[in-house]
Every structure is written in C-alpha cells, then in structure tokens.
C-alpha cells in the first residue's frame, strides 16, 4: 500500500531542467515509488494528475513536490533528498575573485566579444534579448519556443536589413564554425552547408551523410516557421546567401517541413541564381521523404549509398491484435514525415499537427484509429524541457497506448546529439520491455544519431532492441517497416 504526498511551494521556482534532474534524484531515493518535481503549469498539473496525483490549487509561479512512497516512514528522507537536491541545483560556483555577471544580451557580447548569440529563455522574453543581440550586430539563434509569429517576422525583417541572420525561433539544431549548437549531432567537417526549417529534419539529414562518410561545413536553422506564408523565407534566403560565399561548401541542401507553396517556389527560383548548386528537401505530400533525398544528394556528390543501419530482431505481428499505427515522436519534421508516409497507405492519420484540420486530436491526445503525436510541439512544452531532454510525458502515454487493444503497432523516435538527455535508452528502454510484457505489441523506433554523440548510436540502438524494439537509422525506413506491419506483411 503505497503512501502519497503532495505540497504546493509558493513562488519556489527552478528551470525546468534541473527540475528534472531533481525529480530522478529523489525517484533513486531509496522507499521512495514515484517522484516528481515541476512547477505547476498547466501541462505539468494534467501530467501529475494523470499519474495518479491529488493536486491543491496552485499558480504557475508556485513549485509541486509530488511523492509516492512505500510506507509513511520513508517521507522524511524523501522531503530531505528533495531539499538536497534543489540546493545542489542551485549552488552556483565559489572560491577566486567573484565578477559581477552582465545583466543583457548586449552586454556580455560587449564583455565578452563573439559574432553569434544562443537565446535560450521562455518565449515570451526572446524577444528582447534577440533584439539586443542584433543591436549589439551579431547574428542570433533563438532555441526558445513559443514565440509569436508576429514578433518573429519583425526580428527577421531588421536582420535582414542589417545583413544578419535570426536562426529560429524554435531553433534547435545548427552547426557553426564546426561547432554544434543546441541538439546538433556530432559530424566530421565537409562539404555539405544545410539550410534547416527543421531541427530533427537536420538532424536526420546529419546522421545519414554521418553513415555515408560525408562531412558538413555548416547548419543554418532558421525555424519551422520560416517557410511559412507568414514569414516568406526571410532567413532561408539570408543562409543561402552566407552558404553560397563559403568556400568550403560545394552542395547545399535545404531541408523543411511542409512548407507554403508560394514560399517554397520562391525560394526555389532564389537559389538558381547563386553558384552553389541546391537541393531542396521539402516534405509533402507526394514529395520524396528525406532518406530519399539524402540517396540523391550522395549522388550529387558521386558517393555511393550505404545500406542503412538497423538494430535488433525484425518484429513481428502480434497475436493480440489490433489494426492503428499509434506514432510517438519529440521530432515534429520526424512525425511529420511518418505521417506523411503512412497517408499514402493507411488512409488519415490524426495528429496535434495534422496534415490537415479536421484530424486534429484533442487535449487528451487519445483517439481511436491511427495516430501520431508530436511531444516537441509547442502547445506540449510551455513550462516544461523538451521531450530530448524531459521524456516523462511520451513514457505515460507509451504504456497507454501499447495496452490499448487497438493499437497494432507502436513507431517511435529517439533523436541523440550534444543537448538531449544523456541516455535516452536508460528510460526508454524499460518502458518498452514493460509495455511488451504487458501486451506482445511490435515498438519500431527510427534512433537518429551518429557514433561520435554523446550517446553513442550503437549503444543506444543496441539498449532499445534488446528491450524487443526494431531500429532503424532512417526514420523513412522505420516508418515503412511499421506500416507494413501494421498490414500484416512479413519481412
């Protein structure tokens, strides 16, 4: 009989990240079943809710301490762990001479020099400090998401007329003077300049040229947003221009989401006037997905193409059933693409980002049929890491929707590289093999990442199918193998 506490902190706050990290601290607490430690946003109430918690009334400024205990005599260590834990999180550095930290953007560029600024802050702040980055006249990539569209297109306007570059808003992977910037993958120098209206799109894109031997020069991200109507490729034209005098770049691929027609037509006609030839990777519907133009662009380069990797078992159709394609993603272009892929073949699949309106999921991200969610979405981060680095709320819905009797097959992504979670394949993995054991349901997973990440690719690829997932490198490949599934077609 487990033993459950929950206290409200008024106007305690910490990032979300480390509260993370005090949440696994306290969960290693020995009697202690269940822990979490957020602020209590929205989001973070229905999450703790929806593990079993009884919540007061709090305020977003307030912080939960949420336990669940073996027995009643194992709360004070636990409220003591939490304590420690938010003091280590706190603690800044001590000893030497202390200098005073700059207070604005533009001040510690100033203090400090550099011709790039990283905004990393809640949306609703970016926008002054990206503003006083460009003051300052340097280029700036804003990781922050949530940012209005409206205040996007102003930054990118006044860059524009300054010659600098706004990579972002929701920016999350770029490589600049051979050095990885927010989730970008490890790779070797090259010859490939990337233009990214996409984070795991880029990243996709990296891990296959990683597998196929061929390096990067540099990765521009720009933002999902910035082939869209609103924006009109402001900052994909300004990153061709900077890719197009690189010398060292003799290909340059420009990768997307579903991008505005319009948009991408224009863009289009700009790159055939520069002397760098461009190869656009823009997902759609009847568009080759980007395993598709990564083999094309190796062969632009004359590089043969390798056979992509894969990892574990091949799975098989379960005997309990079941006939939806159920798609867990923290890439959006990832699910995006899969979603695209599996259209052609299983008919509409609903989403929080559908292809189109009417197959919008509601709140509880639950519905009959096939389904894929987008756990990096903005609407499922405010208040909270996102899910590369925080996998909570993507581990509850695993196990509901591998129990669901529905469900055929499940399709996930895990996405390695410098600012996602340090092993992704220690919680990933468990969740998998109990979800399995629960209900024999075939998990196939596209782990997209090179040898040289952090967390190395084999071992977390070899981690995930031992726990009785099949792995790909190619998310394209993981998706076709899940809809074969899905239709009953051996291997």
Request: with cysteine; charged share 15%; proline share 5%.
């Amino acid at each position: 009989m487990t033993v459950e506490h929950v206290e409200i902190r008024p106007g305690a706050y910490a990032d979300s990240v480390a509260l993370l990290q005090v949440s696994r601290d306290v969960a290693a607490t020995p009697g202690v079943a269940a822990a979490q430690v957020a602020m209590a946003t929205e989001l973070n109430v229905e999450v703790l809710q929806g593990m079993g918690f009884t919540l007061p009334a709090a305020s977003t400024n307030d912080m939960v301490v949420a336990l669940r205990l073996d027995d009643e005599s194992a709360l004070s260590a636990a409220l003591a762990a939490v304590d420690a834990a938010l003091a280590a999180a706190r603690k800044g550095s001590s000893g030497g001479e202390v200098t005073a930290p700059p207070r604005t953007t533009g001040s510690a560029l100033r203090r400090a020099g550099g011709d790039l600024a990283l905004v990393s802050v809640p949306g609703a702040s970016a926008l002054v400090e990206a503003m006083d980055a460009l003051d300052a006249g340097v280029d700036v990539m804003i990781f922050s998401d949530n940012v209005p569209v409206e205040q996007e297109l102003a930054m990118k306007r006044i860059a524009r007329d300054r010659g600098l570059l706004v990579m972002g808003p929701d920016c999350g992977t770029a490589v600049v003077g051979g050095v990885g910037l927010g989730f970008a993958n490890t790779v070797s120098p090259g010859s490939v300049g990337i233009v990214a209206a996409s984070g795991t799109g880029c990243q996709q894109i990296l891990a296959l040229l990683d597998a196929a031997g061929v390096g990067v020069a540099a990765a521009l991200g720009v933002g999902g947003r910035d082939l869209s109507a609103a924006i009109g490729g402001i900052s994909t034209t300004t990153a061709l221009d900077r890719l197009d005098a690189d010398p060292t770049v003799e290909q340059v691929v420009v990768v997307s989401k579903p991008p505005a027609a319009e948009v991408a037509a224009a863009v289009e006609k700009y790159a055939a006037g520069l002397t760098t030839p461009v190869r656009f990777a823009l997902l759609g519907a009847g568009q080759p997905d980007l395993t598709t133009q990564v083999e094309a662009l190796l062969g632009d380069l004359g590089v043969a193409v390798p056979s992509w990797p894969t990892w574990g078992t091949p799975a098989v159709r379960s005997a309990s059933g079941g006939t939806a394609l159920r798609g867990l993603f923290v890439g959006g272009t990832l699910c995006d693409e899969a979603m695209l892929l599996a259209a052609e073949t299983l008919g509409p699949i609903r989403s929080n980002i559908p292809l189109s309106p009417d197959l919008a999921l509601d709140s509880s991200l639950l519905e009959s049929g096939h389904l894929m969610i987008d756990f990096g979405d903005d609407g499922l981060t405010r208040g909270r890491a996102h899910p590369m680095i925080d996998p909570t709320l993507r581990l509850e819905h695993l196990a509901k929707v591998a129990a669901d009797p529905e469900t055929a097959v499940v399709l996930m992504d895990v996405v390695l590289g410098h600012g996602a979670e340090d092993d992704p394949a220690a919680g990933l993995a468990p969740a998998i093999a109990a979800a399995r054991a629960i209900r024999d349901v075939p998990v196939v997973v596209a782990c997209v990442g090179t040898s040289a990440d952090p967390q190395g690719l084999a071992r977390q690829a070899e981690a995930l199918a031992a726990a009785g997932a099949e792995v790909h490198l190619s998310n394209a490949a993981a998706t076709r193998r899940a809809i074969a599934l899905v239709n009953g077609v051996a291997r």
